[in-house]
């Protein structure tokens, strides 16, 4: 009998069982291509994402996948296993703060300082996820630019997560998503009738955005400057190493004046005589 014919007879079922030895390759894997850091509680939770590949591969068991990604030709395979692995959990507006910091204390005065000359503003979202992150950072921006062309503003969104960069880009959301958003800012998303039921961000916010893969921990291909950075809830899953190679690399991408957002629960791994904290996880960059 064929395999596929074995697999309608009985329903195949994947063993996930992940041995200590499994578990350890992979987190070492995981940590030296994404600098992320299982921890030990999350096994059940990385067993779980790991599943997803051995069926996509056809494999049956956690193990064979271990053994497939010791082979050379698993080279390809590195990139789904990140894929799968990261937690995307983000959401338009989340830790709202920012956004007001951003459109009443920061945009307006970079728009002034920059307008006429066709002067640059640049902002880098770090860890952008589906997309949410850098959207709510478009809204805000349109709503201070207004219709003006003096100003050459972009947004850099960028993500390690191939599969989560392509929902990203193709900007089309299940509508409750909106419906807890306070209702000043959800108009600000001008959000379209995708035609399947879903809502899409309008054209218009969508042309301030490039989406590219990028790994925090390789090399950069941007040169700056930055005038903000947003860097959060990505920090979290970094050892204080990694977050600190990564800190520094931010300070010399961001504009004297810029500044850097990180998430709730984040903080600099050690103070940085080049940041300075200005308010709820905002660091402004010392000139
Ligand atoms: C929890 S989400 C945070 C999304 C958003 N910044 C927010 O706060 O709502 C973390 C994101 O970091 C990304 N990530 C994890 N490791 C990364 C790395 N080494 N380089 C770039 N992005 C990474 C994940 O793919 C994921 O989309």
Redesign the pocket.
Known sequence: MSRSSAALAQPQLTDVTLTRDDMGFISKLVYEH???VIREHKEAMTRGRLARRVKALGLNSVAEYCAYLKTPQAADEIPELINAV??????FF??RHHFDHLRKDVLPRLVQERSGRRGRIRIW?????SG??PYSIAAVSRDVLGNRSDVDFKILA????TD?LAKAEAAIYSPDQFDRLPSDVKPLLKLENSGRGEARISDDLRRMIAFKR????ERWPMSGPFDVI?C???FI?FDTQTKASILDRFVTLLAPGGFLYL?HSESLPQPHPQLRLIGRTIYERLP
């Open positions: 994404a600098g992320i990261t937690t995307n959990h983000t959401s989340r830790e979202c770090s860890a952008a996820s949410e992150e960028t993500d390690i997560d989560i990028l790994n925090l921990i947003f959060r809830n990505v899953y998430g």
